[in-house]
């Protein structure tokens, strides 16, 4: 029992099986959204990031080059300020300060 699960950690492979898992939830969230192309637009940024992430870990664990690793984590970092500043449009009316 332990020895396949050790192999699909070892190998990376964990990586690719989240990354399927992460963007079959994500298009499944849009589709059941009443505008699937806004939900995909809005979505789209979180699971890059994660993905990103996701395969960063993938490829550490099977020790490749640093340089990967560090532009993989640059495209999850890219990607998360990109949600962040779609998140806080969204909500920019209320951030704003009033001094009435």
Known sequence: MTAPLVFLFTSGWISAVAIALLWTITLVVARRSPEPRV????LAPNAISGSALLAAFGL???QTQVLWLAL???VSLVAFLIDLRIRLADQASGLRRRTD
């Not at 939900?39 to 809005?42: C, G, L, Q, S, Y």
């Open 39 to 42: 939900a995909i637009a809005n």
């Open 60 to 62: 550490a664990m099977r």
């Open 72 to 74: 993989l984590l640059a």
